[in-house]
């Protein structure tokens, strides 16, 4: 059973740095994962952050997200993460950590994804 578990959400200043990590446990050793952030602010749809293909690493942003957000793996702990810096009011969400099975050319934050963390609130103060 796969399990994902965010954590490192919380209260900061517009300006601030936070670094979210999702616990991944039950993925299949011998398969690669699209693995991926999403977030959700209050009364606004779902928006994808980043995404990276387990594989061999390589990472995907969404346009709006690139330069202040990195996203990054550690193997050896079965942890995704997500570097946010100069972080801003509009950064405030819920945010999620997904995966799925696809193929690295379809690997990126968008579209469905079979398994869903349950997420961690950021909020960013002005």
């Known amino acids: 059973q796969v399990q994902l578990v965010e954590s490192g959400g919380g209260s900061v200043q517009a300006g601030g740095s936070l670094r979210l990590s999702c616990a991944a446990n039950?993925?299949?050793?011998?398969?690669?994962?699209?693995m991926a952030w999403f977030r959700q602010a209050p009364g606004k749809p779902r928006e994808g952050v980043a995404a990276l293909y387990t594989g061999g690493g390589t990472t995907y942003y969404a346009d709006s997200m690139k330069g202040r957000f990195t996203i990054a793996q550690d193997k050896d702990k079965n942890t995704l993460y997500l570097q946010m810096n100069s972080l801003k009011p509009e950064d405030t969400a819920t945010y999620y950590c997904?995966?799925?099975?696809?193929?690295?050319?379809?690997?990126?934050?968008?579209?469905?994804?079979?398994?869903w963390g349950k997420g961690t609130l950021v909020t960013i103060s002005s």
């Open positions: 039950g993925l299949t050793s011998t398969r690669f994962y699209c």
């Open positions: 997904a995966a799925d099975i696809r193929h690295p050319l379809l690997c990126g934050p968008e579209g469905n994804m079979e398994y």
